[in-house]
């Protein structure tokens, strides 16, 4: 199994930048994906961003042009840099991987919340 550990989240003004790490542990060989998804209350959880083993990254139009996903994969992080953060950005953020060849996410943090005031 994959564990995932999130950090870096927290209370930023709008316009501010934050940057969000994810530590993978335990059947690290089996990761493919990874990705970052968020969940504000009262709504789906949304898919922000994915980055594949090599590298490559997609985002959702909410975000793109502002948020910045990478990984590590001699670490086993991911992170997510967040620049010119919104209100409606506010959400528990979660790390998400691919664990096999389904591409589903199969493994998921608990969240770190990112709270972005007016």
């Known amino acids: 199994q994959v564990q995932l550990m999130e950090s870096g989240g927290g209370l930023v003004q709008a316009g501010g930048s934050l940057r969000l790490s994810c530590a993978a542990s335990?059947?690290?060989?089996?990761?493919?994906?990874m990705g970052w998804s968020r969940q504000a209350p009262g709504k789906e959880r949304e898919l922000v961003a994915e980055i594949t083993s090599d590298g490559s990254a997609d985002y959702a139009e909410s975000v793109k042009d502002r948020f910045t996903i990478s990984r590590d994969n001699t670490k086993n992080t991911v992170h997510l840099e967040m620049n010119n953060l919104k209100p409606e950005d506010t959400a528990v953020y979660y790390c998400?991987?691919?664990?096999?060849?389904?591409?589903?996410?199969?493994?998921w943090g608990r969240g770190t919340q990112v709270t972005v005031s007016s």
């Open positions: 335990g059947a690290i060989s089996s990761i493919r994906d």
């Open positions: 998400a991987a691919q664990t096999t060849i389904v591409r589903i996410f199969t493994a």
